[in-house]
Every structure is written in structure tokens, then in C-alpha cells.
């Protein structure tokens, strides 16, 4: 298959597993929209029905491109001064491991995507079969750190075994996250033990947060041609 026909099929998986996804909503919800490829088709066929009267919903997003996709639909967003709680988040996800340990964050969004995460009582990936690993790593680890601290931090990424690079736009300048802050890309690690290696990235000073998001994920939605597969922990 071409380069170009993977990518379709790939995204019309996105879109079926998405698709899935709008089944869980129900009108009175407060969502959390996540970011990427994914959500966004998510976000899309939400707005419709927004749009259409079809779902009463309030939302939180988990990047400023989310949100402002979501107002263009006239979804209406709130923030946790308003609502403590959601009641369900879709996200994409980088790679799914067993146990629905996850890398996150290859849109650069991981921190605002976890703390949406981490306030849902039910938080659902959707993805298509190519994220699915059995061990993570394959896809570099974003480390998002406080730009003063990035030498700092990139020495203690060297000495896990990780070659740390810094994220950079297309136009050559630095990628800066929605806080303001830097991206680390890890690659050349595969990680045996996700919890551990989360404990110890915790534990560097000048990170902010990272892409490991584990014990997070109640649900999984992964399109193949053939069929949707949920997965649970
Ligand atoms: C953004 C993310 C995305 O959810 C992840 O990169 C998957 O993206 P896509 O749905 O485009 O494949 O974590 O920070």
C-alpha cells in the first residue's frame, strides 16, 4: 500500500473508532475533548450534534486548537472553577501497551491532557490498530520541562538511557506547549516498566509532566478493518 492510502485508512479508522466513541455521550454530560487527529474527529461529529440540537454537553478541553474547534461549533466550555468533575473524556493515544499504559502526547499536549484525564470518572482512548505495542517506547516519550531547566533535565534523560531531543516546529524555531514550556522527545528506550520509569521521571526537577499515562485508561476503542476492539485493563 502507498504512503498516501496508509494514511487514509488510518484515518478512516480514526474516524470509526471516534464514531464508536459519540455512543458513550449523553446529553447533560460535562466532557473532557482531548487532542490530536482523533479527537478531533470526535470533537467534529460532537459539534454536529451540538449543532444540530441533537446533545446538550459542556466541555473542557485539553488544548487551546481543541477548544477553539469546539467554539466554532458552538459547544459550550467551562472551566474547574465551574466543574470539578467530568463525566467522560475521548483522547487519541501515541502507543497502547498492555494494562492501557499509554504515550501521549505527540501532539505536544500531555499536560493539559492529563490533567483533563485525571479529573474524568471515565477516560477513553480512541485510536486506530497501528497504536497498539506490547512494549512502549517505539514512539519517543514526550517530557514536557520549564524551558530554564532543559539542559538540566536532558542530562538526567541521557543517564535512563534515553537520547532526548528538543521539539522543533517546522519553521525551525523551538515548540512551545500551550504553558510555555518546552518538549523533550525521548527516544531509543523501550520501557520494561512503565511505572518505574513514571516514578523516576517524576522525580527529575524542571519536569513538568510526561507522556506515560498509566492506570488512567478504563476503555479503549481501537478500529480495524474489520471490527471495533474495546479493551480493558
Ligand atoms: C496529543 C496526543 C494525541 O492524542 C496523540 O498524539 C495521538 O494523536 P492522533 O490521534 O493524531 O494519532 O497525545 O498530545
Given at each position: 500500500m502507498g504512503k498516501e492510502s496508509a494514511s487514509d485508512e488510518r484515518a478512516s479508522l480514526k474516524l470509526l473508532a471516534a464514531q464508536r466513541a459519540v455512543e458513550l455521550v449523553e446529553s447533560g454530560m460535562t466532557l473532557g475533548l482531548g487532542s490530536g487527529t482523533t479527537a478531533?474527529?470526535?470533537i467534529k461529529l460532537l459539534g454536529e450534534k451540538v449543532r444540530k440540537q441533537e446533545l446538550k454537553i459542556r466541555a473542557i478541553a485539553s488544548s487551546e486548537d481543541s477548544e477553539r474547534l469546539g467554539r466554532e461549533?458552538?459547544?459550550p466550555f467551562v472551566n474547574f472553577e465551574e466543574c470539578k468533575s467530568l463525566d467522560l473524556t475521548v483522547d487519541g493515544a501515541d502507543e497502547i501497551a498492555p494494562k492501557l499504559a499509554l504515550i501521549k502526547g505527540g501532539g505536544g499536549?500531555?499536560?493539559?491532557?492529563?490533567?483533563v484525564a485525571s479529573a474524568s470518572k471515565r477516560f477513553v482512548i480512541v485510536g486506530d490498530e497501528s497504536k497498539?505495542?506490547?512494549r512502549l517506547g517505539r514512539f519517543p516519550l514526550p517530557v514536557e520541562v520549564i524551558p530554564m531547566a532543559a539542559p538540566l533535565v536532558t542530562n538526567s534523560l541521557s543517564e535512563l538511557g534515553f537520547t532526548p531531543a528538543i521539539r522543533m516546529k517546522p519553521d525551525g524555531r523551538r515548540y512551545i506547549t500551550d504553558e510555555g514550556n518546552l518538549i523533550l522527545d525521548c527516544s531509543g528506550l523501550l520501557i520494561d516498566d512503565p511505572a518505574a520509569m513514571a516514578a523516576k521521571l517524576d522525580s527529575i526537577v524542571g519536569v513538568v509532566e510526561h507522556g506515560l499515562f498509566l492506570g488512567m485508561a478504563d476503555l479503549a476503542l481501537i478500529a480495524t478493518p474489520d471490527k471495533i476492539i474495546e479493551r480493558t485493563v
Open positions: 478531533t474527529f470526535w461549533y458552538g459547544i499536549k500531555l499536560l493539559r491532557e492529563k490533567i497498539q505495542v506490547e
